[in-house]
């Protein structure tokens, strides 16, 4: 089945430093949505990438969706304690069902004050 | 507009129990789904609905029923708890891919414990 590869799984950074997560499928993605669930909290959309190599920034926050349809990249530039919690990427697989959104593992990003 | 709750916040059963978590959402989505979600795994989906009165298996479905009589409710049912199943359950709910974005939203989440 379709799998979608998150890495790193963990990342600690000082604040001020950049951060960036990778996400790849195993197939053609018909669209890329990124979620920030904060600690013992629930997931939030953060945005949603449809066009092969589509960048979208939202502060200092930069996605990233690959030519190919199969990765995307989020990065942010100098953290802040704010952005602390796990990053998910999620896709559905392009001319399946559309029903299922197939999550990646995600990527816990501490940040050092 | 409370978006997606669930009910109950926390449980704790002890094996063997039965019990239903509850999902309601006011915003009409015609699609629900539920995940659990461990430490290190991710959001599995368990059940997944498109529709009142349409249910489908997900990745984990075992030991898990659904059901959705109600178009802004779906509850999940465990029969016969297992310690296996000791996690946190998320509901979502999505409008479906004629909306813009066409993300989930998430309701806060059921934290139980099975002993």
């Known amino acids: 089945g379709q799998q979608v590869m998150q890495i790193p799984q963990y990342q600690h950074v000082q604040e001020g430093e950049d951060f960036t997560t990778y996400c790849n499928s195993s197939t053609t993605l018909s669209n890329i949505q990124w979620y920030k669930q904060r600690p013992g909290g629930h997931p939030v959309f953060l945005i949603q990438l449809v066009k092969s190599g589509e960048v979208k920034k939202q502060k200092r926050l930069t996605f990233q969706f690959g030519e190919a349809k199969k990765n995307s990249s989020l990065h942010i530039t100098a953290t802040q304690t704010t952005d602390v919690g796990t990053y998910f990427c999620a896709g559905y697989v392009s001319g399946g069902s559309n029903y299922k959104l197939t999550f990646g593992k995600g990527t816990l990003l501490t940040v050092n004050p | 507009n409370a978006g997606v709750t669930q009910t109950p916040k926390f449980r704790v059963l002890k094996t063997g129990q039965s019990m239903t978590l509850l999902c309601a959402q006011d915003m009409n989505h015609e699609y629900m789904y539920w995940y659990r979600q461990d430490p290190g795994m991710g959001l599995r989906l368990i059940h997944y609905?498109?529709?009142?009165?349409?249910?489908a298996k997900g990745e984990v479905p075992d030991g898990y029923n659904v059901s959705r009589l109600k178009k802004q409710n779906f509850l999940l049912g465990l029969e016969s708890a297992a310690p296996s199943q000791t996690s946190v359950y998320f509901c979502?709910?999505?409008?479906?891919?004629?909306?813009?974005?066409?993300?989930?939203?998430f309701g806060p989440g059921t934290r139980l414990t099975v002993l």
């Open positions: 979502a709910s999505r409008g479906g891919k004629n909306h813009i974005p066409d993300t989930q939203y």
């Open positions: 609905s498109v529709g009142e009165g349409t249910t």
